[in-house]
């Protein structure tokens, strides 16, 4: 009979833990890979602080012991109006396909919550599936993913099918085809009332910009992951291997936006956070103008976002709708949801209800 063991995550591990993530991502992603300057990033430099992390191993024939499984919870900080909280994502939660009758999982990631509940406001998950199996543990909420994406004010339909063409043959003369054709969407996008200014990472984060942003947006942004230059610098500016672009705008009365897009893919772009304040369907739309025609004039044919069903105020979410297209068979996909647990220390500080999150997909962590 096969001997298991638990424990609390050691820097050791580093290595082989990261060899067996890869491992089970490539059993869904087969070209998925990770260097552990990537999960140095993640698992130590977060303004938050480190990830909470255990391990389950198994015994060798010869004695040795390796690891089979994991759960960490990577704290984000967070802000609510006025309240500072800190929350934390499940991350790199796993058990080798091998085990999953042998070792009763669920168990293990309620010892590692109850261990860790007192120090976080709020936890929350991400994935297929994920609402139902941490019910048990107290997690609550219907929220999902919804991918949005644009491509065409008039040929939307053409432009996605064809920038999948020239995803999936990355090369000439489909890459010029592709450039030339996002020319033309430029040519018929509608004209913006302003032009973005745009920021390396390097630039962005010596901007002064960010330097009293959140302090403004945090009011009327709901429950969210703060903003701060150093959040962002993490999430974005200082990931290791990232190609982030920043863009930014002040409106003449006081109204400021931003956008972080990955521009990692030439021809596919995803905004990877988005926030205007005050959050006004007026700025959003003319937000949207200004990014639809920057993402043409550099050649991409399409530009997405992930937004959760609940995240955005309704007068939002109608102007996504109608600037922004689902996929055509996003009915059939598997749902990604977001449940949530509240923990007793975010009861009291949030006086025992959920509020609505508002996230965007590159906020979670790997």
Request: proline letters at 7%.
């Amino acid at each position: 009979m096969a001997r298991f063991r638990t424990r609390r995550f050691e820097p050791t591990d580093e290595d082989e833990l990261n060899q067996r993530y890869v491992e089970i991502m490539r059993m869904n992603w087969p070209d998925f890979s990770r260097s552990l300057d990537l999960m140095r990033w993640l698992w130590y430099q977060a303004p938050g602080g480190s990830v909470e992390s255990w391990v389950i191993e198994t015994e060798n024939p010869d004695g040795s012991w390796r690891i089979i499984g994991h759960h960490g919870l990577c704290p984000v900080r967070f802000t609510f109006g006025d309240l500072d909280l800190l929350c934390a994502k499940t991350v790199n939660t796993f058990l080798l396909p091998e085990f999953r009758t042998k070792f009763l999982y669920l168990r293990f990631e309620q010892q590692c919550l109850a261990e860790a509940h007192s120090h976080f406001d709020a936890t929350y998950s991400n994935g297929p599936g994920t609402a139902r199996m941490r019910k048990a543990l107290g997690y609550t909420g219907t929220d999902a993913w919804l991918p949005l994406e644009h491509c065409s004010d008039s040929l939307d339909l053409a432009t996605k099918l064809f920038s999948r063409v020239v995803h999936r043959v990355p090369r000439a003369p489909f890459t010029q085809m592709g450039r030339a054709w996002a020319a033309g969407c430029a040519m018929s996008a509608r004209k913006p009332s302003f032009e973005w200014t745009e920021y390396s990472p390097e630039e962005a984060r010596q901007s002064q910009f960010f330097s009293d942003f959140w302090q403004q947006a945090r009011t009327t942004a709901g429950m969210t992951p703060r903003r701060d230059a150093a959040d962002l610098a993490w999430r974005f500016w200082q990931r290791p291997g990232s190609n982030f672009v920043t863009l930014v705008h002040e409106w003449a009365g006081g109204a400021r936006a931003y956008c972080i897009v990955d521009v990692s893919h030439p021809i596919l772009y995803y905004i990877v956070d988005m926030v205007v304040t005050p959050p006004r369907p007026d700025l959003l739309d003319a937000v949207l103008d200004a990014l639809f025609l920057w993402r043409a004039r550099r050649g991409a044919l399409s530009i997405s976002i992930w937004l959760t069903s609940e995240g955005q105020p309704p007068e939002l979410m109608e102007v996504f709708f109608r600037r922004m297209k689902t996929h055509p068979l996003q009915r059939f996909r598997p749902r990604w949801e977001v449940p949530r647990y509240l923990s007793p220390r975010g009861r009291e500080t949030l006086g025992g209800s959920m509020p609505r999150w508002n996230i965007t997909q590159m906020m979670i962590p790997l």
